[in-house]
């Protein structure tokens, strides 16, 4: 936990570090998409995990549905999937588009 609140600290001190509020703002941009990229990929294997493992029990309960059940856990996979990525272009637009700097 010490780690973390050095991490964040120094990354705060980086991010006043600028003379001009322009340079503030992107330095926070950037915390912010690292952040909320790593918050998205905490959360995207979470739920793959439990997709993966809900599967692989269904699939010893009744070994019959097994292609059914892969079936939906890819398109289950796939969308848990979708939601990280769109994150990860909110991610990039405040990074190289940012709509604070007008």
């Known amino acids: ?5 050095a991490l964040f600290l120094a990354l705060g001190a980086f991010a006043l570090a600028g003379e001009e509020g322009q ?3 992107q330095a926070y941009s950037v915390v912010a998409a690292g ?9 995207g294997a979470v739920g793959m995990g439990h997709t ?3 599967t692989i029990a269904g699939t010893a309960r009744n070994p019959g549905l097994g292609g059914k059940l ?3 856990m890819f398109i289950a996979l796939a969308m848990i999937e979708a939601q ?3 994150t990860l272009v909110i991610a990039l637009i405040a990074l190289y588009a ?4 007008g």
Do not use: W
Request: proline residues 3%; without cysteine; aromatic residues 14%.
């Open 23 to 25: 340079s503030m703002i």
């Open 1 to 5: 936990m010490k780690k973390f609140f």
């Open 35 to 43: 952040v909320g990229l790593g918050l998205a990929a905490l959360g």
């Open 84 to 86: 990280v990525i769109y």
């Open 98 to 101: 940012n709509p604070f700097l």
């Open 52 to 54: 993966a493992a809900a």
């Open 70 to 72: 892969m079936t939906t």
